[in-house]
Every structure is written in C-alpha cells, then in structure tokens.
C-alpha cells in the first residue's frame, strides 16, 4: 500500500487495491493468510509415560558412511522424556526395512 500511496494516487485508491488484490490469482497465493479461517485450537493431552508417543523423522541426502553405505537417519523422539534415538539407514529403505530396524 505504501509503495502504491507514493506513485500515484486516485480517491479510491485503497478500496481499489484492497479489491484488485483480493481478486488476483497471483495476490492469493502469494499471501496465503489472507481470508483464511484457521480450526478451533485443541489442548493435545501430553503422554504420561515414557515411549507411549513418539515422533518420527528421516534425515535424507547424507554422505554415504559407515560398513554399510548408509545415506540417511531415521530419528524417532520420546514426546514425554524427548529422548532422540538415530538409526542409520539407507534412502531407498522400504517399510519392511525400516520396521526391521
């Protein structure tokens, strides 16, 4: 708006604006914030034991290392203690792979 008060100007000129950026494609989906409605926020109980939520995560594009080559690293963090615990792993790891970590 700023930008637009100093070139030029025009009596309504802020309505105008405000209009051409809400019917612009390209405006939209540069500032996505704008008419959004965002969900009610929730509490999310915290765990009360140790491992009974965990978060996972894979680290990827690594320099191969180790006997095995390995090129990436599956983290997995303890929501209640937030231990982290890294295996290392290969990118192309399928399911079964990672489950028989």
């Not at 990436?72 to 982290?84: E, H």
Request: hydrophobic share 35%; proline share 6%.
């Amino acid at each position: 708006m700023e930008r637009i008060k100093t070139c030029s100007w025009w009596r309504s000129w802020r309505k105008d604006v405000i209009e051409y950026c809400h019917s612009c494609d390209r405006c939209q989906k540069a500032n996505k914030a704008i008419g959004r409605r965002f969900g009610l926020m929730i509490h999310i109980q915290e765990p009360s034991t140790p491992w009974e939520v965990v978060h996972m995560d894979w680290v990827t594009a690594l320099p191969p290392g180790g006997d095995k080559s390995y090129n990436a690293c599956l983290v997995i963090v303890d929501r209640y203690s937030k231990t982290p615990i890294f295996l290392p792993c290969h990118k192309d790891d399928t399911a079964m792979d990672t489950a028989l970590l």
